[in-house]
């Protein structure tokens, strides 16, 4: 989903330096309400109806905790996005 982003967003990711990913993974997660709510449905899409139920009953604090963990996993996987998908293959 990160790497379609960045292409949405003209590739400007692998201009930045380390510092700068950071943040841009960082905003892109919480100040991009579209992605944000694409990250979402997709986590919530995989919910059974109990765990659905239990997060309908918390769904603001559990949205924090979702996102946090998505920015996490990203973070600790920046070196997954070093290069365009155009530039891998060759």
């Known amino acids: 989903a990160f790497k379609n982003y960045i292409a949405k967003h003209k590739n400007v990711f692998f201009e930045l330096s380390l510092e700068k990913r ?5 905003n892109a997660i919480h100040k991009n309400m579209k992605f944000r709510n694409s990250l979402k449905g997709m986590i919530i899409g995989m919910f ?11 769904s603001s604090a559990l949205n ?14 920046i070196q997954l996005f070093d290069t365009p998908e155009f530039l891998a293959a060759v």
């Open 64 to 77: 924090k905790r979702m996102m946090n963990i998505v920015k996490e996993r990203y973070l600790s996987h």
């Open 22 to 26: 950071i943040d841009y993974i960082e």
């Open 48 to 58: 059974t109806m109990e765990e659905y139920h239990i997060y309908t009953q918390n």
